[in-house]
């Protein structure tokens, strides 16, 4: 198969993210500043002919999506496809929870070094994506929280379904979440994204081939970098 040239967008801010809550997938509507993230990363892409668009099937990707390509200039594309496997992770009962509380109580399932971090991005950098989502799963009073092994077969299957979709290659919007960005980020890339939350309304690109995917470039939201 010919390479594939992901957009990858997380969404404008929502009310959850301003208000720093956890947010997987529950939903919650874009603020005035997330329109306008939308509207910006739309700006950036504008002139990219785009052969397909897609998106979380969460409503705050979708829209997102939308303001997107009616920034276009080189596509007559007014919707994305919505594909559930690019949702955020599920964050089970610590959905809606004020992320320093959640902290609180996942720090107690994470590794004994970790006891003392108090921000989502810290735990993040100090025991990587995976250990965190095992964390969250195992702190989730009900255990419906997606821990790695769930989280990971969902993505590849989203992988796997556009590699079909697309064997000819192409340049793709694809609308996703943040944690799920910055996952994807730190396996195929480095790992050090997965400490770093991508911006509202950033854009991430990734080269798709038939066995490996590569970062081309992490959460930009000013001008794009040439490759």
Not at 81 to 107: H, M, N, S
Not at 140 to 166: C, M, N, V, Y
Request: glycine share 8%.
């Amino acid at each position: 198969m010919q390479p594939i040239n992901i957009y990858l967008v997380r969404h404008g801010q929502t009310f959850f993210n301003k208000y720093d809550r956890f947010q997987g997938w529950s939903d919650i509507d874009l603020t005035e500043k997330g329109i306008a993230d939308g509207r910006r990363a739309g700006h950036l892409l504008k002139d990219i002919q785009f052969d397909a668009a897609y998106s979380s099937d969460l409503p705050r990707a979708f829209k997102t999506a939308t303001y997107i390509l009616e920034e276009n200039t080189q596509t007559d594309i007014i919707a994305p496809t919505p594909l559930k496997a690019f949702r955020e992770q599920f964050f089970g009962t610590f959905e809606g929870v004020r992320g320093p509380d959640a902290v609180l109580d996942i720090v107690k399932c994470a590794p004994a070094s970790a006891a003392h971090i108090t921000s989502f991005s810290d735990l993040l950098t100090a025991i990587g994506a995976d250990a965190t989502l095992d964390a969250i799963h195992a702190a989730d009073p009900e255990h419906d929280a997606e821990d790695s092994k769930r989280f990971w077969t969902r993505i590849e299957s989203g992988f796997d379904r556009l590699r079909q979709l697309h064997p000819d290659g192409g340049d793709i919007l694809l609308v996703s979440h943040g944690a799920t960005i910055r996952s994807i980020a730190g396996r195929f890339g480095d790992a050090t994204f997965e400490g770093q939350a991508p911006a509202n309304g950033s854009i991430t690109k990734l080269i798709v081939t038939e066995d490996d995917i590569k970062i081309a470039y992490y959460s930009v939201t000013d001008e794009l970098p040439a490759n």
